[in-house]
């Protein structure tokens, strides 16, 4: 199976192409599905497309994860079995979408980034793409990687026959959501680690050039998670708005409260960009100070070295009857004018607290 690294790769294809544009995580996609009523649920790793089917003709909510996208042939199966159309089959495919939702006329697509802190010492970010597909009684999820993202939604719809597998495919749909959106909290409280260390350093004038690459480092990374994470205020605006009959109105109360979300993470990491100009702007002026330092200590020893400087220069001369050259003292006291004079500036510059 082709797999293509970034869309540019696709230049001269024609549109619904069904290519995987991204990563290549793993060779193979791991299905899972739940299907579940208010009184039963049931849990397989599937092997087939045909096994996800089997569930049509029930009366029951499914749910449909698949992780993993290099299995073009299996995507392009549930596209023809639900009537999804090849484009949308083809956003699936490729990962560098911006979030965003589009209705149609029996199903809805939804498209977010879930924000991971990457396991390395320093701070840093890695994006994985879900993609949704909601209709009547099915919810597809769609994700690069293999992770326990949504363990919790599985342990609830395992232990609970209250509201959640009492609600329909939307109420699903905003649990996946919820998840995806306060995963970034995560990455949130990461951030916040690693500027605090930085503030550290600064105040403990401990700050060096590889400070000023972390903080470049970081603004580079925030704008990144900016990009990422803002559309999705859009996304859920939308879906507030529509008049699909596939979000029930009950449903949007709990689609407010993961907007809320979404908008206290947006304001979070733009708190954090004017924290890091803040912080820049205190390095550059911690560097300013300690180079005034520097030249505050080399000026003091200019201004002592020269009317020593002069002295010397007028004696150095080789004039034959200059006066003090023939005086036997004259060398003690030349010292003793030099000493003098250095006191003498040392004192000034002490009562002016230039030391």
């Known amino acids: 199976m082709t797999s293509l690294r970034k869309p540019s790769d696709k230049l001269g294809m024609r549109p619904g192409s069904l290519i995987h544009v991204g990563d290549r995580h793993h060779d193979d996609s791991l299905i899972t599905v739940v299907d579940y009523t208010p009184d039963e649920i049931t849990t397989i790793t599937a092997t087939t497309a045909e096994e996800i089917f089997a569930y049509r003709e029930r009366k029951s909510v499914t749910w449909v994860v698949i992780e993993g996208l290099t299995d073009v042939s ?107 959106v306060d995963q970034n909290f995560v990455v ?42 803002a559309p999705v205020r859009e996304l859920l605006a939308a879906m507030l708005r529509s008049e699909t009959k596939l979000i029930d109105t009950q449903t949007h109360i ?19 960009r004017d924290i890091l100009t803040g912080l820049l702007d205190v390095y550059i002026s911690s560097v300013s100070n300690k180079m005034n330092e520097v030249m505050k200590v080399l000026t003091i020893f200019a201004s002592i070295f020269i009317p020593l400087t002069f002295f010397a220069g007028i004696y150095g001369m080789n004039f034959e009857y200059m006066p003090e050259l023939k005086w036997k003292w004259g060398y003690p006291a030349l010292w003793g004018v030099f000493l003098l004079i250095t006191s003498g500036l040392l004192v000034f510059f002490r009562r002016k607290k230039w030391l």
Request: charged share 30%.
């Open 74 to 180: 299996l995507i392009e199966k549930i596209g023809a079995e639900f009537g999804i159309h090849q484009l949308v089959l083809e956003d699936i495919l490729n990962t560098h979408q911006r979030p965003k939702f589009e209705e149609y006329d029996d199903y809805l697509y939804i498209v977010l980034k879930c924000l991971v802190p990457a396991e390395s010492d320093e701070f840093s970010v890695e994006y994985e793409q879900v993609s949704l597909i909601v209709l009547n009684d099915y919810v597809f999820t769609f994700k690069e990687k293999r992770d326990a993202l949504f363990d919790p939604i599985q342990v609830r719809l395992n232990s609970s026959k209250g509201r959640f597998r009492n609600l329909g495919a939307d109420y699903l749909t905003y649990a996946i959501l919820d998840t995806v």
């Open 188 to 229: 949130i409280d990461s951030l916040d680690d690693a500027i605090n260390d930085i503030e550290d350093q600064l105040l403990d004038s401990q700050s060096n050039k590889e400070t000023l690459n972390t903080i470049q480092r970081l603004k580079r990374e925030i704008i990144t998670m900016r990009r990422q994470v």
């Open 254 to 272: 709990f689609l407010r409260d993961v907007a809320d979300h979404s908008m206290r993470i947006v304001d979070s990491i733009e708190s954090y």
